[in-house]
């Protein structure tokens, strides 16, 4: 992977965790560091979903696949949060 790759996934990382974060109710415990792990891993795995639902390559804005990874940004930073929040 170069440079470029990985600069763009943790850019896409960072608006996919941001808005991830938005959807979620209430105050989040965890920094903006986690914020963009779990926006790049939702961004990768929604990606494969939309790509196994025939989705991710569409005339324009893929706005399901965009859909997919921000439900996912916001079920993982929930998810953190509780877990951050137990300890």
Same mark, same amino acid.
């Given at each position: 992977?170069?440079?470029?790759?990985?600069?763009?996934?943790?850019?896409?990382?960072?608006?996919?965790?941001? =808005? !991830?974060?938005?959807?979620?109710? *209430?105050?989040?415990? @965890?920094?903006? %560091?986690?914020? $963009?792990?779990?926006?790049?891993?939702?961004?990768?795995?929604?990606?494969?979903?939309?790509?196994? =639902? !025939?989705?991710?390559?569409?005339? *324009?804005?893929?706005? @399901?696949?965009? %859909?997919?990874? $921000?439900?996912?940004?916001?079920?993982?930073?929930?998810?953190?949060?509780?877990?951050?929040?137990?300890?």
């Amino acid at each position: 992977m170069e440079i470029s790759g990985l600069v763009s996934a943790v850019v896409i990382g960072l608006v996919i965790g941001v =808005l !991830g974060r938005l959807v979620v109710p *209430g105050r989040q415990h @965890i920094g903006i %560091l986690w914020t $963009i792990v779990v926006g790049i891993a939702a961004a990768l795995i929604g990606s494969a979903i939309a790509a196994g =639902l !025939g989705v991710a390559d569409t005339e *324009g804005p893929d706005w @399901i696949e965009w %859909l997919v990874q $921000i439900a996912l940004a916001a079920v993982g930073i929930s998810a953190l949060d509780r877990a951050v929040s137990r300890r």
